[in-house]
């Protein structure tokens, strides 16, 4: 297949461009440097200079592919609104593009937090769009999907780990732990975090392209759910900080807006995407993975 793939210099974007090249697939990456462009060439695709805002540039390298790889959403959340209206757009021109073909589109969506005892299954509703965080994957590919077009969404769960990570959620934490000299739960710590392995996640966006986006949405978990309290002990231990439990209110002051996350529970089953994919996770589990001394230099 020619696939175009946004986001293709991401951390996960990094692994998907080979697992494809590898594959026989011919990729374009959007890039937004000529340095950008540079790393994608070393991973083996076509460079494609633009950004998420290049409205015509992405319609016309749709146009161009078999199937879309939709990845990109900016990091700087005090653009949260631009961004998400980016995202949108974005993922409306690739429907655009592909209205009354067979062609797929694959968005990225991810999970939000859930009571204790409930589990996300790839059967569940569509979450909520909330002004403190507008974005609108899933419901943008659902509504193109609805007029006809073949698109889907992979879900990525909270932590997409694997040695070299510097944005994700386990860097923020042991960040933390390092400026505050302790590494923090919340209460018992059992409330449960999904994970994947960032090159298990690489995978299953292959095998949802090659399937023509056929079945989703796509979980892509490994971990359905680690206590919080085992992620604590493994980054105080290769910190060398002490763990300890907070309250709620002492977590609000320690983590600051983290928090919420630290604290939230939110499982999630894959069963659904195994079967359908036939894929099933290779790499190390997150409290393998980040027991390791490399992951933290």
């Known amino acids: 297949m ?3 793939t946004t986001g293709a210099n991401g951390w996960v974007g990094s692994a998907l461009v080979p697992e494809l090249v590898a594959a026989g697939h011919q990729v374009v990456g959007l890039a937004r440097s000529e340095q950008k462009a540079e790393a994608l060439r070393a991973l083996g695709a076509r460079p494609l200079l633009g950004s998420l805002a290049d409205l015509e540039t992405l319609k016309r390298a749709a146009a161009a592919a078999d199937g879309v790889v939709h990845l990109a959403f900016g990091l700087d959340f005090s653009r949260i609104v631009e961004l998400a ?6 993922i409306e021109a690739f429907g655009e593009v592909y209205a009354g073909s067979e062609r797929p589109v694959i968005a990225t969506g991810g999970f939000g937090l859930l009571p204790v005892g409930e589990t996300f299954t790839e059967d569940g509703p569509l979450a909520p769009i909330i002004p403190e965080f507008p974005r609108a994957s899933e419901q943008t590919a659902f509504a193109v999907a609805q007029k006809g077009v073949r698109a889907s969404w992979v879900r990525l769960p909270r932590s997409v780990h694997g040695v070299g990570e510097r944005h994700g959620f386990v860097p923020m934490l042991a960040g933390v732990a390092r400026e505050k000299g302790v590494s923090a739960y919340v209460g018992d710590g059992q ?5 994947v392995h960032r090159l298990d996640a690489a995978r299953l966006y292959r095998l949802a392209l090659e399937q023509g986006a056929r079945g989703g949405p796509f979980h892509a978990v490994a971990d359905e759910g680690v206590p919080f309290r085992q992620i604590a002990e493994a980054i105080g231990e290769q910190l060398g900080v002490p763990v300890l439990s907070m309250s709620p209110e002492e977590a609000a002051g320690h983590f600051g807006p983290l928090a919420v996350w630290v604290a939230g529970n939110g499982p999630a089953s894959s069963a659904r995407t195994r079967e359908r994919l036939g ?3 290779e790499q190390p589990g997150l409290i393998e993975d980040i027991s390791r001394p490399e992951y933290y230099r």
């Open 279 to 281: 894929w099933a996770p």
């Open 85 to 90: 209206a980016e995202d949108k757009q974005a």
């Open 191 to 195: 409330n449960l975090w999904p994970s």
């Open 2 to 4: 020619r696939v175009f």
